[in-house]
């Protein structure tokens, strides 16, 4: 018989992986109206400036999403609308994304709005902000295409 020493956390070792593997999927339980769900940026960087990618499919015009720089945080706010005929529809499923979205990132470097450019098309924002020192509470106009 072999012994095998007293570990107390043993025990709490495969507590972490069940958490683990729950908090894993957390956010895929709640519908994607759920504020747990959120818009998903990529944010890269040239020399020049930094370059917000956004996967926004389903915006109509120009002015269902709003984009604005304070300080050293970029913020993307709008709302995304499901047409009218499906309303009174039956749903199995849902995971497009309908209704209100806000999400906030904060950027590497400081960025201005004056020269920041964005641009939506086929679902893609792509805000490109070129980098300043300084801060201040900006916005960003967008070229919806």
Not at 37 to 53: F, K, M, N, S
Not at 128 to 144: A, C, S, V, Y
Request: hydrophobic share 35%.
């Amino acid at each position: 018989m072999s012994l095998i020493p007293y570990d107390p956390f043993r025990e709490f070792s495969s507590l972490t992986k069940n958490l683990s593997s729950f908090f894993a999927d957390f956010p895929s339980i709640f519908p994607y109206d759920h504020p747990f769900q959120q818009i998903r940026v990529d944010i890269r960087e040239t020399g020049e400036e930094l370059i917000a990618t956004c996967d926004l499919p389903g915006l109509k015009k120009k002015d269902d999403v709003k984009i604005e720089i304070h300080d050293q945080t970029l913020v993307i706010s709008g709302k995304i609308e499901q047409s009218a005929e499906l309303r009174d529809e039956k749903y199995h499923r849902r995971e497009r994304i309908s209704g209100s979205f806000h999400r906030s990132v904060l950027l590497p470097a400081p960025v201005s709005a004056d020269g920041a450019k964005a641009t939506y098309r086929n679902g893609i924002l792509e805000i490109r902000m070129p980098k300043l020192k300084g801060t201040g509470n900006q916005g960003i106009d967008i070229e919806f295409q």
